[in-house]
């Protein structure tokens, strides 16, 4: 039959068994779309990566001989959704069957579902291939557990998939989690590298956007586009991770800097959503390489990589579609503030907002702790609505796409699950943000300061934080220790750290 596959923008794997034959009765479809840029407001970066990469993969595959259909975004025929375009396509082509392969995203799974519906042919959905696990395997895994144990999933895929485990099951270096050895402050011990660039120009692609109106925001350098945007640079990235960057990721993976904004980190991430690259290939390229260079490169560092991948990558995605899409309206501590306007303009005077924003809008890209320890930190002290939190993270970050950022930041990050992800905020002072990077030089807040102009904000907003939700959080055990100091605390001393956060709460904008 006359048959109509769709290829969503995240959907670009190149290993799909779609592709292992080449058949005239099959018509590829992969198109830009107005309503691809309009459901959240998009880092600049991030449209162009996933057309860059988009339009790569359908000239790949037309040189292989499969028959594709690429809409730009200003093609004349172009309807600027998916319904309309595909009932276009399947009356022009006279098709008889639409495929196409499970959405990661809750919203255009439904879509897609809702558009087979009013099909009036054969339709039939097929797996992305890309993942380890089922969109179900999580759910599955903690049947009837209140808390969703990240660590004992993490555990099982070890022993499920073999990896970094012996014969009898049993891990590598006689440890299964390696956490408390990647607590480290960049030392100087281990050089730097600077991040693998590829400097494409793509003048013509923001050209196209400013012509259409899209509205984008964040910042770009058009001569020097910066991201992989096919799958042979996303495996060069890969490559220079393992030969440059393996042998410290663990050690500094918490650690932030500056003068360097992605240190050890894979930057991976963007050619693994958008499916580039598979889960599987980096994790045994990143093992082959650990066991041809054990001198060089020790366990430590190869167990906390495979850890984000195998571990919290599925296990996010899993509890995606478990929780969807009740999940996008959780906010257990009831927070409604509205993010200062510096989240956009990058204009705020801490030292350590002022480099994670604006690493953010510079590079659509900011390394785990500063997404978690820096910004989720402070938009959960200010009690940050988390619909605002979601649409900032999902917009800025060029490899966010739902399923990962929701997640990540309405649970991890944000507590609004009440601690489903997390069995307690992840909040924290100046002290940890000093402990861990070298921002607090040099800054116009003191941090040892909880009160006064000079006070850094993160001390007080952090007392504030748990004086406020005491109901809410002093009975969970891993917060104990909180309480029993502010019980010691002098009454006065809490009022005016109360004052001055409340000060800083009510001035967000001028921090
Ligand atoms: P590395 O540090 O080199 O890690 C390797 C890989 O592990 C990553 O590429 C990623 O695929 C995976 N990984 C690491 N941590 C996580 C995690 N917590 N959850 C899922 N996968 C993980 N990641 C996204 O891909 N998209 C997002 O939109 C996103 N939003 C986030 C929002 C918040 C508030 C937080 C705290 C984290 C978010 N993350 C997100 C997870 C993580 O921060 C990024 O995956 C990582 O920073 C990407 O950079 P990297 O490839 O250099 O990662």
């Known amino acids: 039959a006359k048959t109509l596959r769709l290829i969503l923008g995240d959907q670009l794997n190149h290993h799909h068994s779609w592709f292992n034959k080449k058949d005239n009765e099959v018509t590829y479809i992969i198109m830009e779309v107005m309503q691809e840029q309009q459901y959240v407001k998009h880092h600049i970066q991030k449209i162009i990566g996933f057309f860059m990469a988009m339009r790569n993969f359908a000239e790949e595959l037309r040189n292989e001989g499969h028959q594709i259909i690429y809409f730009r975004l200003d093609d004349e025929d172009n309807q600027q959704n998916f319904k309309e375009n595909l009932k276009n396509l399947i009356e022009k082509l006279s098709i008889e069957k639409f495929e196409y392969q499970l959405p990661d995203e809750y919203r255009l799974d439904q879509q897609i579902k809702e558009i087979c519906e009013n099909l009036e042919i054969e339709t039939q959905v097929f797996d992305t291939e890309h993942f380890y696990t089922s969109r179900e395997d999580v759910k599955d895994f903690f049947k009837g557990k209140k808390q969703y144990l990240m660590e004992s999933f993490y555990r099982d895929m070890r022993k499920k998939h073999h990896l970094l485990v012996d014969n009898k099951l049993e891990p590598f270096g006689d440890k299964w989690n390696f956490d408390h050895e990647n607590r480290k402050k960049y030392d100087g011990k281990y050089p730097l590298k600077a991040p693998l660039l590829f400097k494409k120009d793509v003048s013509d692609i923001v050209k196209l956007l400013d012509d259409l109106k899209v509205d984008y925001f964040g910042n770009i350098k058009p001569k020097e586009f910066p991201y992989p945007t096919s799958r042979k640079e996303a495996l060069k990235v890969l490559k220079y991770f393992c030969d440059e960057l393996l042998p410290s990721f663990g050690r500094y993976e918490d650690a932030m800097l500056k003068e360097h904004h992605t240190l050890f980190h894979s930057c991976l991430s963007f050619s693994l959503n958008l499916k580039m ?104 002290l200010i009690g940050a609505n988390p619909n605002e939190v979601d649409a900032w993270y999902l917009g800025v970050y060029a490899d966010a796409v739902e399923w990962v950022q929701i997640t990540n930041t309405r649970g991890m990050s944000q507590f609004a699950d009440g601690g489903l992800i997390g069995s307690k905020p992840y909040v924290a002072s100046a002290n940890y943000i000093n402990k861990m990077s070298n921002y607090c030089s040099g800054c116009k807040y003191d941090k040892n300061l909880r009160h006064g102009d000079k006070a850094c904000p993160f001390n007080s907003l952090y007392w504030n934080f748990y004086i406020k939700h005491e109901d809410k959080l002093k009975k969970n055990a891993r917060i104990g220790m909180v309480y029993r100091l502010l019980e010691k605390m002098d009454k006065s001393e809490i009022d005016t750290i109360v004052n001055q956060g409340n000060h800083y709460l009510s001035n967000l904008n001028s921090l």
């Not at 490169?297 to 899993?318: K, N, P």
């Not at 924003?357 to 997404?371: F, G, M």
Request: charged share 25%; proline share 3%.
């Open 277 to 380: 690259i598979s889960p599987k290939e980096v994790v045994d390229q990143v093992i082959d390489t650990w066991q041809a260079n054990k001198k060089e490169i020790d366990i430590a560092q190869v167990e906390g990589f495979v850890r984000q991948v195998i571990g919290w990558r599925e296990y996010m995605r899993g509890i995606y579609w478990d929780q969807m899409p009740a999940f996008a309206s959780k906010n257990y501590l009831d927070n409604k503030t509205k993010l200062p306007s510096w989240f956009w303009d990058g204009k705020v005077k801490m030292n350590c907002l002022k480099y994670a924003i604006n690493n953010s809008l510079d590079h659509a890209y900011a390394h785990h702790i500063q997404r978690l320890m820096v910004i989720g930190n402070f938009a959960l």
